[in-house]
C-alpha cells in the first residue's frame, strides 16, 4: 500500500526561480527545436516486461526476479528533458517521509523543473520492519534490513538495489524526458550508503550524489567500493558529517565520512565537497535543497577544474576535497 504523500512545501519565488534557471540552463540551445533538444540531452530508456512508469506511485516493477516500487514526482511541464534526482531514505524514515519537507525537502524540487524519484525498499512493499538489525531483526538473513545492498561481502557485484535502481531511472527515461547529463541521487544513513554505492558502481549513469552520514565500512571491516579498483566516470559527490554526535549503532561517522572523502578524493574525475554540521546523526532540513544545487551546477562533461564551491547553508563548513576537521 502506498503511504500517505505529506504536503509540499513552496520555497520563496526568488530562490525557485534561481534554481529553475540552473536545473534548466544548457538543456537546450535558443535556436534548438524541441525534438532536437530532446535528441541531444535525453536518455534512452526501456522497461521491462511493456511496465510503463506514471505520476504518483509504481507497482510490480520486475527487478532481479521481485516485484519493486516507487514513487514519481513530476514537475508541471515536461517539455525539455529533466533533471532527475533518486531521494533514498535511510533505516528509520519512510521513503515519502524522507523525501517530503518535514525532513530532506526533495519533494519540492519538482518546483524548479526536477523529476524526483523516490525508490521502496523492499522491507516496506513486503512489510516488514526496515529498521531491523541482525539476523532475527532483518527477518531473511541480513545483518541490515532497509537496502538489501547494505549488507553485502566486497565483490564486484553492485547488489540487487544498485541494478533495480538503475533499471527504474531507464524505465523512467521511456515514460518522461530524463536529461542522461543531470541524474543524481542522495540520502542520509542507510540512503547515504546506497548513495555511495550507486557512484561507485554506477558512475557512468549517475552525474552526481549526495551522501549525508553514510558508511563506507560496514562493522567496519566490509568496505563498500567493488572489489576490483575502478577509475569513476566524470561526476560530483557531496558528503555530510554531522559533527561529533553523528553516530549510529557501531559507526562512528566521523570515520566513515573521512574515508568516503578520500576515496572520492583521490578519483581523477570527481569533485569531492566534504561538509561539516553540528546536527549529529538526522538528516538535516535545510541542507539538502543547497546540496542539489551543487551538484546541478556540475552536470557530466564539465571539466573538473570549472567547479565552484558556494557557501552552504547557516550551521555548515564545506571544503573541496578531503574533511580537515576531522
Not at 531473511?140 to 527504474?168: C, H, K, L, T
Request: glycine letters at 10%; one cysteine or more.
Amino acid at each position: 500500500m502506498e503511504p500517505t504523500v505529506p504536503s509540499k512545501f513552496r520555497l520563496p519565488s526568488i530562490f525557485l526561480a534561481f534554481l529553475s534557471a540552473v536545473a534548466i540552463s544548457g538543456c537546450s540551445d535558443s535556436n534548438d527545436s524541441h525534438s532536437e533538444s530532446t535528441n541531444l540531452y535525453a536518455l534512452e530508456g526501456s522497461c521491462p516486461d511493456n511496465f510503463i512508469a506514471k505520476a504518483g506511485g509504481n507497482s510490480g516493477f520486475m527487478s532481479d526476479g521481485g516485484s519493486r516500487q516507487f514513487h514519481v514526482f513530476l514537475p508541471e511541464t515536461l517539455d525539455t528533458p529533466r533533471p532527475l534526482f533518486i531521494a533514498l531514505t535511510g533505516t528509520m524514515a519512510t521513503e515519502l517521509e524522507f523525501v517530503s519537507d518535514d525532513i530532506s525537502r526533495f519533494e519540492s524540487l519538482v518546483d524548479s523543473g526536477w523529476i524526483v524519484v523516490a525508490p521502496i525498499r523492499r522491507c516496506t512493499s513486503e512489510n516488514r520492519s526496515c529498521f531491523g538489525i541482525g539476523l532475527k531483526g532483518s527477518n531473511d538473513g541480513r545483518f541490515w534490513e532497509p537496502w538489501f545492498d547494505g549488507w553485502m561481502s566486497q565483490s564486484n557485484d553492485e547488489g540487487p538495489d544498485v541494478r533495480f535502481i538503475e533499471a527504474m531511472v531507464s524505465c523512467l527515461a521511456a515514460s518522461f524526458p530524463v536529461d542522461k547529463n543531470r541524474i543524481y541521487n542522495g540520502g542520509g544513513s542507510a540512503g547515504g550508503t546506497m548513495t555511495s554505492r550507486n557512484m561507485m558502481f554506477n558512475s557512468d549513469l549517475f552525474a552526481g550524489g549526495i551522501s549525508a552520514s553514510g558508511n563506507f565500512l560496514y562493522l567496519s571491516q566490509l568496505p563498500i567500493e567493488p572489489l576490483d579498483a575502478i577509475t569513476m566516470d566524470p561526476s560530483i559527490v557531496v558528503i555530510l558529517w554531522g559533527g561529533p554526535e553523528d553516530k549510529f549503532g557501531t559507526s562512528d561517522y566521523s570515520v566513515e565520512t573521512k574515508l568516503s572523502s578520500e576515496y572520492y578524493a583521490a578519483q581523477a574525475n570527481v569533485v569531492t565537497v566534504s561538509c561539516s554540521g553540528i546536527h549529529g546523526h538526522p538528516w538535516p532540513n535545510n541542507f539538502g535543497l543547497w546540496a542539489a544545487e551543487t551538484v546541478l551546477s556540475h552536470p557530466k562533461g564539465t571539466p573538473v577544474a570549472d567547479f565552484v564551491l558556494t557557501t552552504p547553508p547557516k550551521g555548515f563548513s564545506c571544503v573541496r576535497g578531503v574533511y580537515t576537521d576531522h
